[in-house]
Nanobody, 120 residues
Framework: QVRLVESGGGLVQFGGSLNLSCIGF????????MGWYRQAPGKQRELVAY????????KYADSAKGRFTISRDSAKNTLFLQMNSLKPKDSAVYYC?????????????WGQGTQVTVST
C-alpha cells in the first residue's frame, strides 16, 4: 500500500527557510508529475509547485516563484520543496502529490500533510 509521508514542516520566523521532504513513492509506477500543494485554514487547497517526470522544467505558483524550489533526489526517492524568504501568508498545511497516468487510467496520491507556520 502506497503511503506518502511529508516532513520538514514547523514554526519559522518571517524571512526564514524550511525544506520539506516527501517519501513513499518508490513503488508507484507510471508517475508523470510530482508536486506540492498547500491549504490554509478556510481556503481551498492550491498548487505550489510541480515537476513533470519527463524532464520538463518545474512550474511554480506566482506566490512561490523566486522563493521556493522543487526538486527530486531519485537515488533517495525523495521529493523536496526548499522554501526561502518565508512570509506569514505561506502558513498552511503542505501536501505532497504524485500523479499517475497509464493508458486510460489516471489517478493521484496524497500525503497526510505537514504544517508550516510562519510568524511575524
Amino acid at each position: 500500500q502506497v503511503r506518502l509521508v511529508e516532513s520538514g514542516g514547523g514554526l519559522v520566523q518571517f524571512g526564514g527557510s524550511l525544506n520539506l521532504s516527501c517519501i513513499g513513492f518508490e513503488k508507484i509506477r507510471y508517475i508523470y508529475v510530482m508536486g506540492w500543494y498547500r491549504q490554509a485554514p478556510g481556503k481551498q487547497r492550491e498548487l505550489v509547485a510541480y515537476m513533470p517526470t519527463n524532464g520538463a522544467s518545474p512550474k511554480y505558483a506566482d506566490s512561490a516563484k523566486g522563493r521556493f524550489t522543487i526538486s527530486r533526489d531519485s537515488a533517495k526517492n525523495t521529493l523536496f520543496l526548499q522554501m526561502n524568504s518565508l512570509k506569514p501568508k505561506d502558513s498552511a498545511v503542505y501536501y505532497c502529490n504524485v500523479g499517475v497516468h497509464y493508458l486510460h487510467d489516471e489517478h493521484e496520491y496524497w500525503g497526510q500533510g505537514t504544517q508550516v507556520t510562519v510568524s511575524t
